[in-house]
């Protein structure tokens, strides 16, 4: 039984060093399958090889080898990698977000505040000008009084 990677877009820039999680692609561009070890050491134990070493019957080359357990081990290290950075990183989107709002709030508190300031203070002076009107009013009244009296 094999199991041929079809994901093409894959590239092979794994390098020679052991690929993390299941492999794709051998750094030599071949396709990778799965087969069932028959040593002694590891009977019945399933691998990923790389193609080309298996077509040439290739051993101790430096082609992709490795253990389908451990591949799996790593890809579930590397998904809860993922994952720990993916909760870090909402961890900071939510910060951001709350930082944002704060500003966002602080911003419009300042603003409301100095518009209640603005109103207050015209409706001061528009006070202040009904004020001058009336001392003005009462003063003539006043004169006339004093006039006709
Ligand atoms: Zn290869």
Request: proline fraction near 1%.
């Amino acid at each position: 039984m094999s199991n041929v990677s079809s994901n093409s877009t894959e590239s092979s820039l794994q390098g020679r060093g052991r690929a993390i999680g299941v492999p794709k692609r051998c750094w030599c561009g071949e396709g990778i399958i799965s087969l069932i070890s028959k040593s002694d050491s590891n009977p019945y134990r399933r691998y990923y090889r790389c193609q080309f070493a298996v077509a040439n019957k290739l051993r101790n080359d430096e082609h992709t080898f490795k253990w389908v357990d451990e591949a799996f081990v790593n890809e579930i290290d590397t998904l809860n990698a993922k994952n720990a950075d993916l909760e870090k990183q909402l961890k900071e989107i939510r910060t951001e977000r709350f930082e944002f709002e704060k500003m966002v709030y602080e911003k419009m508190e300042k603003e409301i505040f100095e518009k209640v300031e603005d109103g207050l203070s015209e409706a001061k002076a528009s006070h202040k000008k009904i004020m001058i009107v009336l001392v003005f009013f009462c003063m003539i009244m006043i004169g006339l009084t004093k006039l006709l009296g």
